[in-house]
């Protein structure tokens, strides 16, 4: 557990922007250098042992316009020993070196060799890398909608180890269309990154190293099913606070923890109105008054404090009515509604905000059904799979490029998991509840009310989707533009390391290979 420490007294800080090495006719070009480093994470805990890009965390903000090639070279500088503990009892970790990484930026419409793909890992200096090592210079085209993506981290079977331990930051992409909604903007526009940690008394992070109730013979250290922090940082840290003005902000919420979800509120009683999701803006505004934020989605709210001149208001996370009084993590960040007006605010909510293209009336070359299982390893463990397959068994999914599957998701576990698929962004079409025990005993699908459409704020684009337990949700994407390997996986990031992540692939009938 936490040492006790108190909310609200630290100022939110704002990821710093990260300024290109060069700007030249091939693109924008970056370097980003992952290291170890110490940061002050709350007023009362000593600096943090820390890994992060440019030794900042959360890693610098990259920001790039619609059609503007982005090229980063992502180097490793890391110790060759991990601060965490790295279980080596699967995916042949133990013929690995401990420390690896490779960075995937969320959400993105990037070649196969750009992706981060888990087995593309590069160790300090590039010494050694993994079987599917691609280069050393990523290339980001950002020929997608303007949105807000996230780089993080992907590296095989360590990927909540080197997260947890600070490889996330923001990307930004926009566009002309956005810019001329006159959406909050400037300092008026900020980024929200929430995580969940818990602190040694020394301000040490802390990770379990088994699971809460190791059983005999288990591995130490070992994996566990999930992880929650008893402390909430937004933006590298601790329950902070943010001095406002009575005018409306713009907060790109995203949820970078490994396991928790978050039911967000505010407790004024206020809406939040939302503007866009992962795959950027919504077809129309939705008034929100609360909304769940599942690892690794993105949420785009405007927060109008204009009639709350000199009161304070916190977002906060609904726990519901069983929570456990001592748990602290139903706060997130408290707004001060406490600065002078420094200018008009001419900013607008627009009622209709982009076009977004339905789908639905595309030829369907495929569905594929798909079940999300739980069952046990050798130790005993939780062993959390996609479709009963392992990450290492041959590739099952492989559409065609440029045609449109419906994936049907059945959750057969009793958790809900945000499936994330690399490259695209799909349309959720709707969740349809089933009777799971009936189910597990004799595999009948009974389904126990009608299927339900999105939510209102799940209109738009989206990478990730909670998939709820005992229902199927089912998704329509289009696999387009590139051809060649990705991935898909569970986001809860003991999950997508053991094992619920799987490759695919796309098929080029046109390209032999
Ligand atoms: Cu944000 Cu494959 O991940
Ligand atoms: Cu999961």
Redesign the pocket.
């Known amino acids: 557990m936490s040492p006790k420490l108190e909310k609200f007294v630290d100022p939110l800080q704002i990821m710093k922007t990260l300024n290109p090495k060069e700007i030249g006719r091939g693109g924008t070009y970056y370097e980003v250098r992952m290291q170890e480093f110490q940061q002050k994470l709350h007023r009362d805990l000593p600096p943090t042992r820390l890994w992060g890009y440019n030794s900042q965390y959360p890693g610098p903000t990259i920001e790039a316009k619609q059609g503007e090639v982005v090229k980063v070279k992502w180097k490793n500088n890391l110790p060759d020993k991990h601060f965490l503990p790295v279980d080596k009892t699967f995916h042949h970790l133990e013929h690995m070196p401990e420390v690896r990484t490779v960075t995937h930026l969320h959400g993105s419409e990037t070649r196969p060799d750009s992706d981060g793909y888990p087995d593309a890992w590069f160790t300090n200096n590039f010494k050694e890398v993994g079987e599917a090592f691609t280069r050393k210079v990523y290339e980001y085209p950002n020929n997608q909608r303007g949105a807000t993506l996230w780089y993080h981290d992907h590296a095989m079977g360590i990927t909540r180890l080197n997260v947890y331990a600070g490889l996330a930051g923001m990307y930004i992409i926009r566009d002309e269309q956005e810019k001329s909604l006159k959406l909050p903007s400037g300092s008026f526009e900020i980024p929200l990154l929430i995580q969940d940690r818990t602190f040694n008394d020394d301000g040490s992070l802390f990770y379990p190293s088994q699971p809460d109730n190791p059983t005999e013979g288990l591995p130490n250290p070992s994996i566990r099913p999930f992880f929650l922090g008893d402390t909430i940082l937004v933006n590298g840290k601790v329950w902070p606070f943010l001095e406002v003005e009575p005018r409306k902000y713009r907060f790109r919420i995203l949820n970078g923890s490994n396991?928790r979800g978050y039911q967000m509120e505010l407790d004024s009683g206020q809406s939040f109105y939302q503007i866009g999701s992962d795959g950027g803006l919504l077809p129309k505004t939705v008034m929100m008054d609360s909304i769940l934020i599942e690892p690794a989605e993105r949420m785009d709210v405007i927060v109008d404090f204009s009639q709350y001149e000199g009161k304070t208001i916190t977002l906060k996370n609904n726990l519901g009515p069983d929570a456990d009084p001592a748990d602290q993590t139903d706060d997130i960040l408290q707004f001060r509604v406490n600065q002078p007006l420094s200018s008009q605010d001419n900013s607008h909510i627009p009622n209709r905000l982009s076009y977004v293209p339905s789908l639905k009336h595309n030829n369907i070359a495929a569905i594929r059904n798909l079940k999300?299982v739980s069952t046990t390893d050798q130790y005993s463990r939780t062993l959390?799979l996609l479709d009963n397959k392992m990450w290492m068994d041959p590739v099952t999914e492989k559409p065609r490029l440029d045609t449109t599957e419906i994936w049907s998701l059945m959750n057969l576990?009793n958790?809900?998991?945000?499936?994330h698929i690399h490259l695209i962004q799909f349309q959720i079409l709707d969740r349809r509840p089933f009777d799971l025990d009936r189910y597990n005993e004799d595999r009948t699908i009974i389904f126990t009310g009608p299927a339900q459409p999105p939510k209102p704020n799940e209109y738009g684009w989206k990478d990730t989707v909670a998939?709820p337990p005992g229902e199927i949700t089912r998704l329509i994407m289009r696999f387009s533009p590139y051809s060649g390997s990705y991935v898909w996986?569970?986001?809860?990031l003991?999950?997508?390391d053991y094992d619920?992540m799987r490759p695919y692939m796309i098929i080029d009938p046109h390209k032999e290979d």
């Open positions: 396991t999300l959390l576990t958790v809900t998991h945000p499936i998939v996986h569970c986001h809860v003991e999950h997508e619920m």
